[in-house]
């Protein structure tokens, strides 16, 4: 393969600067001391101080974590379930349910955030379940979750070598020790890597948390995008500053975890 | 009916369905109940009108699919078609523009030496996995009045000094752009990095010239990437809600937004699950299309 050529640098560091110039004026501006955004006018912290002691923006954070924790909780066990269902055993109607899987990724989330907004009021007015909230916004994650890590790990098992399983069947092992002692910690980087990014897209998401929100169920996205459409604070850009900073941690984390998966895999 | 040798295992079909529904059965169960229903709801009630009180009644009427098509109550009414030209356009032309600036960096990032390329890859990962919301709120601090971008353009003539860029169509586009050029250009680099460069060097070889040798020996074999990336961008750029809504405001209104009204203060649900089956159909129509351009290469690709 050639070496780039100039224009082709040259393209590239335009692009680089486009990719970043957000990211980076979010960064800068959180530091800048005028109260009502605007031009820059010299450098504070002080709203990094008073991030920690706004109530709204912890409880913001408390939500985001305990949706992540538990939508991913749940949606692993199910996801993998389902995952190794799909890849083991045929059943009438598996390849529509196969199809099924493809649905969060075929559907813009606006519509399935609607579709699920109103599956959940007709339920509330019914049953009076469901009432809006961190519960509602719970089911609708892992409603998104399952399939994304049941397709994952079904990839996983499609990769394994069957000898394996049926070594551990004619050592006397019956089904359910093949999957807990054979099948399941082979299939353990799958299901992590299907986790973390149920965990990411939970965390990330704002569309799907903003239409089955209730009162008072605040998520940082939420909470980023209701604060921004009355005008944009430095508080606000304080907080962004942190979260892309732990996105770009997590990215760069995951990244070398997975080089040095992959080299030990080699040898 | 035989049993079959599964795993080593004898396997009767009774057995198999046991095992079915114990380990397929609860995933299939939540996924159907809380996103197979809800959508086939959506079908029904966009046939269905809204009460006085924004409340659904089951009527059956064409009325919200000819709403959107123009022919209201009120005689005709461009608005809605508007909104799904305008959409259109503008997916398209974000997963067109994501294409025209991807191909060269993706050349560029699988030209550099081994060590260089992780980092340049890094680089295009990190935008991809940071909160979008946030990425496009800061456009309105760099699209600000008192910015330099919106002084240069105050100078040129293009707005009155002292406006800021946006709210304006031509923002929504910048920032679509921007949010989803990693979502392209990362299925594309995938393909690029395969890329066989001795057909490249044959048809050069064969005297083919530069044009020649990109549409014949190369586009041939990142066409999946390519497809890939532009389905993976038009879907999401379709249903988009957010963007517009901050940096168009009500002077660019997408399908997103018009779904979002509908139900938000509007609160006419059969209008708005009837603007949600038209996106629907929009996307079912551009993965036809990228099905029978792509083949059997492009969907192993995208999934």
């Known amino acids: ?267 | 009916m035989k049993p079959k040798i599964h795993f080593g295992e004898q396997l009767s079909p009774r057995a198999e369905q046991v095992r079915s529904a114990l380990t397929s059965g609860p995933g299939i169960t939540w996924v159907t109940v809380f996103l197979l229903v809800p959508l086939i709801s959506i079908v029904v009630i966009s046939f269905m009108s809204r009460g006085t009180y924004g409340d659904v009644q089951p009527h059956f009427t064409l009325e919200n699919f000819k709403r959107f098509l123009g022919f209201g109550a009120f005689g005709f009414d461009p608005l809605y078609p508007k909104i799904i030209l305008r959409s259109l356009l503008m997916a398209l032309g974000t997963v067109a523009l994501c294409m025209i600036v991807s191909l060269p960096l993706t050349f560029f990032i699988a030209g550099l030496p081994q060590r260089w390329k992780q980092v340049a890859l890094m680089l295009v990962v990190i935008p991809f996995w940071t909160n979008m919301l946030i990425r496009t709120y800061a456009w309105q601090i760099i699209f600000s009045g008192t910015g330099w971008l919106a002084r240069a353009a105050a100078s040129l003539g293009l707005i009155a000094p002292g406006d800021a860029l946006y709210p304006s169509a031509f923002a929504v586009f910048v920032v679509l752009t921007c949010d989803f050029l990693p979502v392209l250009a990362l299925p594309l680099y995938a393909s690029v990095e395969k890329i066989d460069w001795s057909i490249a060097e044959a048809a050069s070889d064969l005297g083919a010239d530069g044009r020649r040798v990109f549409w014949h020996a190369l586009l041939p074999q990142i066409k999946p990437g390519l497809m890939a990336g532009a389905i993976l961008v038009f879907i999401p750029a379709t249903g988009q809600f957010a963007i517009p809504d901050l940096m168009g405001g009500a002077k660019t209104v997408l399908l997103g937004n018009a779904i979002q009204q509908q139900f938000g203060f509007s609160r006419d649900w059969p209008f708005g699950s009837a603007i949600s089956c038209l996106a629907m159909a929009i996307v079912m129509i551009g993965l036809w299309l990228f099905a029978r351009t792509a083949g059997e290469e492009g969907r192993k690709t995208l999934v």
């Not at chain 1, 706004?54 to 692993?76: G, Q």
């Not at chain 1, 799907?208 to 929100?213: G, Q, R, Y």
């Open chain 1, 1 to 267: 393969m050639k070496r780039p050529s100039l224009p082709l640098c040259l393209n590239a560091v335009v692009l680089y600067v486009f990719l970043y110039a957000p990211i980076v004026v979010v960064i800068v501006y959180s530091f800048n001391s005028a109260r009502r955004g605007g031009p820059w006018r010299g450098f504070t912290t002080e709203w990094y101080a008073t991030l920690f002691h706004s109530p709204e923006k912890l409880s913001a954070v408390t939500n985001t974590v305990i949706l992540a924790v538990a939508s991913t909780a749940i949606s692993t066990v199910l996801g993998t379930l389902l995952g190794y269902g799909l890849s083991r055993f045929s059943f009438p109607g598996k390849k529509l349910f196969s199809w099924l899987m493809y649905i969060p990724v075929v559907v813009p989330d606006i519509v399935a955030a609607v579709a699920m907004l109103m599956f959940c009021s007709f339920v509330r007015n019914w049953t009076g379940l469901l009432e809006l909230g961190l519960t509602t916004m719970i089911i609708a994650h892992v409603t998104f979750q399952i399939p994304l890590i049941a397709i994952v790990v079904r990839s996983r098992l499609a990769g394994m070598d069957p000898a394996i399983e049926e070594a551990a069947h004619d050592l006397g092992a019956d089904a359910w020790q093949k999957f807990r002692h054979v099948t399941l910690p082979l299939l353990m980087p799958g299901v992590l890597a299907g986790a973390a990014l149920a965990f990411t897209m939970s965390i990330d998401d704002f569309v799907i948390s903003f239409f089955t929100a209730g009162p008072g169920a605040t998520t940082l996205p939420i909470l980023i995008y209701s604060s921004v459409k009355r005008g944009i604070t430095p508080d606000i850009n304080a907080l962004a500053t942190l979260i892309v900073l732990a996105s770009i941690v997590g990215t760069i984390t995951v990244t070398m975890l997975q080089r040095r998966g992959r080299n030990e895999a080699n040898i």
